[in-house]
């Protein structure tokens, strides 16, 4: 199971772009990215899956160079309520694949 | 997305005394979910594996006479804690996959 390394806190400002590197540098072949977030007592939610080069969905973007060595989650124009932690899993895509959390990278967006 | 529900979303119970957590697949058929429990400001931590019609597999740690598990049908999956003790007071937190994971709300369990 690849390990994943990510900064521990951001912050940022209402209104910002902000992205969030994640390293997985044991990624395998058959491995996919995925990122979550989670507020406080409440389980994560999903916000995007990506295999390789840039993915996109109505929440963020998610850019994986070709190596796949890392992945960046891109969220455009950040609001109050995107202060979480944003979690970056690495794991195959069999239906009982387990996924190994890190310690996420928690956000904090100012006004 | 796929949809994941938890009961109760919170429980208070005495030490010694049994709690069941039920988490259910609301529009999808799971034959795999996983439990986890995550305490404050940590991260998520994979407890166990539940698979349908057998045995569920615990990560290395987790007591499986403690933290009983059955995945009687496609859509639920039951966490008895038995003989709970303070120490157990966390939060639970389940998933099913569909096209990927998605996770209950979870479940607040406090043990006095």
């Known amino acids: 199971l690849a390990k994943t390394t990510q900064p521990i806190s951001m912050d940022s400002y209402e209104g910002q772009e902000v992205n969030i590197t994640c390293s997985h540098n044991n990624i395998a072949t058959n491995d996919y990215i995925t990122w979550y977030q989670q507020f406080p007592s409440q389980g994560p939610r999903f916000i995007i899956q990506?295999?390789?080069?840039?993915v996109t969905n109505e929440v963020a973007s998610l850019f994986i160079p070709a190596d796949r060595k890392s992945s960046t989650l891109s969220l455009p124009r950040v609001s109050l309520s995107d202060t979480a932690v944003y979690y970056c899993l690495v794991a195959g895509a069999g239906n009982n694949r387990k996924l190994i959390w890190g310690l996420g990278t928690s956000l904090a967006v100012n006004p | 997305g796929a949809v994941v529900s938890q009961h109760p979303s919170w429980v208070i119970c005495k030490s010694g005394t049994s709690v069941k957590i039920e988490c259910r697949s609301l529009d999808f058929q799971a034959t795999t979910m996983f439990w986890y429990r995550q305490f404050p400001k940590q991260s998520l931590m994979l407890m166990a594996t539940?698979?349908?019609?057998?045995?569920?597999?615990?990560e290395q740690g987790v007591e499986k006479d403690k933290f009983l598990i059955n995945h009687a049908s496609l859509t639920l999956s039951t966490l008895t804690v038995t003989s709970a003790h303070p120490e157990d007071s966390s939060f639970y937190i389940c998933?099913?996959?569909?096209?990927?994971?998605?996770f209950g709300p979870g479940t607040r369990l406090t043990v006095l």
């Open positions: 539940s698979n349908e019609g057998s045995k569920a597999t615990y």
């Open positions: 998933s099913a996959r569909s096209d990927t994971q998605y």
């Open positions: 990506g295999y390789k080069t840039k």
